[in-house]
């Protein structure tokens, strides 16, 4: 299981927007008894000469039932986003109990990161971008409205989602709109009526960072309504 808690302080350096991302990401792997905590690196967003987006910075992920870390740094274009690679990783991957390092991470997190076996001197690739990608394609629900919940994410943003991939900001502007407006007004009527809001999957961890746990650890997941072909809910009006 995954879930991710974050926030994101925005700042403006004239040709360029940079995204400082608060939080942490947790990942529940119930058949190993493992649990990774991940941060996020910073994400900058170029205005000009040369429009884009890249992470920057540094970025870790631990396990403190294996004990091991992995530190990385990203690196992205430089002067003024001329000059330079979109995407550079480089890191390790350490023994935290002793301080070894296990293996060294290098490459660009859009084509090809490879692994570097400190021990054997042997390198393998840990992430091919290109291959990953290739022939991917967008998630659609299921046809049939009864088996899609109407807290669906894709059928709640689907109007956005759709909006975005036209490039049609208004809409995908005023879809967004709508939306948040309605959770406000539902949460304006549970308050009026007295009525307490219990998330079916999460529930709050009292530690003061006001934490969210997944309720179903080491339980199945109900697999998600989706389909690969053409044949889901994709008309707002269905």
């Not at 403190?64 to 890191?91: C, D, M």
């Amino acid at each position: 299981m995954n879930w991710w808690g974050h926030s994101t302080c925005p700042r403006f350096y004239g040709n360029k927007v940079e995204g400082t991302i608060y939080g942490k990401r947790t990942l529940w792997l119930d058949s190993h008894q493992e649990v990774y905590e991940t941060t996020s690196p910073k994400l900058l967003i170029r205005l000009f000469p040369a429009p884009g987006t890249e992470w920057v910075g540094s970025s870790s992920i631990k396990c403190s039932s294996s004990r091991l870390e992995a530190t990385l740094s990203f690196k992205g274009k430089h002067l003024f986003g001329l000059r330079g690679i979109i995407g550079q990783v480089s890191g390790k991957v350490w023994d935290t109990s002793n301080g070894a390092t296990l293996y060294e991470i290098s490459g660009a997190w859009n084509k090809t990161v490879v692994a570097k076996n400190m021990k054997t001197e042997e390198s393998s690739v840990l992430l091919d971008a290109q291959a990953a990608l290739t022939d991917l394609k967008a998630p659609t629900l299921r046809s049939k409205k009864e088996e899609v919940e109407a807290s669906e994410s894709l059928l709640v943003w689907r109007t956005v989602m759709g909006g975005i991939v036209r490039k049609d900001w208004d809409v995908a502007r005023q879809a967004k709109h709508e939306i948040e407006e309605r959770q406000r007004d539902l949460a304006k009527r549970r308050k009026m009526e007295g009525k307490v809001w219990l998330p079916r999957h999460f529930v709050e961890v009292a530690d003061g960072e006001d934490r969210w746990h997944w309720r179903h650890i080491g339980e199945s997941v109900p697999r998600a309504p989706l389909m690969g072909n053409s044949d889901a809910i994709n008309d707002p009006a269905d």
